[in-house]
């Protein structure tokens, strides 16, 4: 049952069901409103449907690899001026370059995979914190109408002018 006062909206990105199906029951016990993509593709699309304070997002998925869907979101939301979310990357694959182009894009939080489950929600409550700060439970209502007017502009087709 979702909460009744969630401590904010998360996505997490990530092609093992496992771990999506774990983090799920882990987040929503601590309050939070999480939502579940299987690849990059399906997350960029919620993330364009509605506000999340939070993405979490693997790096090594098929098809669209993490950072480029993180680079997509970014992109799309400040085009839409429809939020920031924080970004955290969870990965079991570490190398300098990716630690680098992940922070460049604005990532708070760079987890690797097993991680210790108390460190990962000390970061998660922090980074959602933050997240609220700047973007607090009223105002995700306006966001998403402003994204479901904008996708609903985006399905429609151009008119020609004659």
Not at 64 to 92: N, P, W, Y
Request: aromatic fraction near 8%; proline fraction near 6%.
């Amino acid at each position: 049952m979702p909460p009744k006062d969630p401590k904010g909206f998360i996505l997490v990105i990530d092609d093992d069901p496992l771990l999506r199906k774990t983090l799920k029951k882990i987040l929503e016990k601590e309050g939070f409103m999480v939502d579940l993509a299987t690849d990059g593709y399906e997350g960029i699309r919620k993330a364009k449907s509605g506000f999340f304070h939070l993405v979490l997002c693997d790096i090594r998925m098929p098809g669209l690899d993490g950072l480029m869907t993180l680079e997509h979101i970014r992109k799309f939301q400040d085009r839409a001026g429809a939020g920031a979310s924080g970004f955290i990357v969870i990965t079991a694959y570490d190398s300098p370059d990716s630690r680098q182009q992940a922070f460049r894009l604005g990532v708070s939080d760079f987890m690797m995979k097993p991680f210790d489950l108390e460190a990962f929600l000390a970061s998660i409550r922090s980074q959602a914190a933050e997240a609220l700060k700047r973007t607090p439970l009223d105002e995700v209502q306006d966001l998403n109408r402003r994204l479901e007017r904008l996708l609903a502009l985006e399905k429609q087709p151009p008119t020609t002018l004659g």
